[in-house]
């Protein structure tokens, strides 16, 4: 299965904010394990806090990489807070807007909101916001090992982009 | 607050212990002056990065944007340089440059020891205060 | 993928778990984090010390509790396939059906090289399942 955990952007204005979603199906197989029946209790299919986490990463951490034009390697350092209100099941959607705080050599720090929607209806709630810090990591201190190349920002990340008619932003040589 | 008005000490401190609280995950009286971040307050290098962005934020003004840049607050790869790091530790001409370049820093005892995986550990809630107030006044 | 995260329980008493994370080339999600450098990502990491701590939980009769909240969690060294991620979870105090946790994972390898790696530190929060917003 592939690890990507926002389906379109949907908004990006560089050096700014990003705007994405994710649509949230039981053909998620995660979703059957989270939670399956047990004993007395019924399956009950609700979406993990940390895959949440994982979307609103993944959308910073492409407007990150995106102002620097994805020549570092942006890993999540930090959750510095995360707060979710209340969950989000199967046939609901949800929004992750990630805006930009600080960004030097070293890496940066982003505010986010997360908003959950049912299909039909077209109203957004907000449920929860995720801060987040990023290190660059050839150019930060935390001295962990990373390979040479950029593995962070692969094939996945460009067929986002391609599909949100922003594939111009990845250069030839990456 | 007036643009023209400096922040006093105090207020530099109250707001620096602020910025520890939330960014290391304390209480107020956990951190006092005489702490070191790395040895008492447990701080690592992503907290570093953590505090500066705080930091920038907090005492910025219209006016006056509170910039750091990297390694001017926290020593930032001083492994890479052979002429201030010989075996692990500070050669004369390393120790003169972390004198230079972080004169908020009390350097005096770590002269003995030198070495270089304790050099943030001298790092204390006063020499943010003074550093601050430094870059505040400049 | 599968969501069940937690391979073995090693130690348990009323409020601390300590539990185990095997990390293996057959996950599939590691095929993309990342292509060529398989690491595990840094929620999973968040997602085990949340299961460990709902293990904990539910012993004491609060079934499915789900994260709540998360206040500096730092993430350390990387743990790559063939390591295992430790996880080890204190329930700190509880108020009004919410649980406060402190949770550490470490990297324990089998060549022998250094185990005493924190890949993942910090304080969280658990909570019964709400489907709308409180209040």
Partial sequence: MRWMWIDQIIELVPGERMVAIKNVSLAEEHLHDHFAADGELDALPVYPASLLIEGMAQTAGILVGAARDFKEKVILAKIMRAVIDCEVFPGQTIRYEANLEHLDTAGAATKGVVSRTEAASGQWEVIGHIDLLFSHADQSMTGVDVPEHNFVFGENLKIILQSAGLAGMVGGDR | ?138 | MKFNLIDAVLEQSHDRIVAIKQVSLAEEYLADHFPSFPVLPGVLMVETMVQAARRLLSDRGETRLVLGEIKGLKFGSFVRPGETLAVDVTVTGSKDGTYQCRGKGRVLRHDGSRSDETAVSGRFTMRPIRRVLPG
């Fill in chain 2, 1 to 138: 607050m007036p643009d023209s008005a400096v922040l006093t000490q105090d207020e530099i401190l109250e707001k620096t212990r602020d910025i520890l609280m939330e960014a290391l995950v304390l209480d107020a009286d956990e951190i006092t002056p005489e702490s070191s971040l790395t040895a008492d307050l447990n701080a690592e290098s992503i907290d570093f990065l953590d505090i500066v962005f705080r930091l920038e934020k907090t005492f910025s003004t219209e006016d006056k944007p509170f910039k750091i840049e990297p390694g001017e607050l926290f020593p930032d790869n001083l492994l890479d340089n052979p002429e201030w790091v010989q075996e692990g530790k500070l050669t004369d001409a390393g120790m003169d440059m972390l004198k230079e370049r972080m004169p908020h820093v009390d350097f005096s005892e770590f002269d003995q020891d030198r070495d270089v995986e304790k050099v943030a550990a001298n790092i204390t809630v006063a020499s943010l205060v003074t550093f601050i107030d430094r870059k505040l006044s400049a």
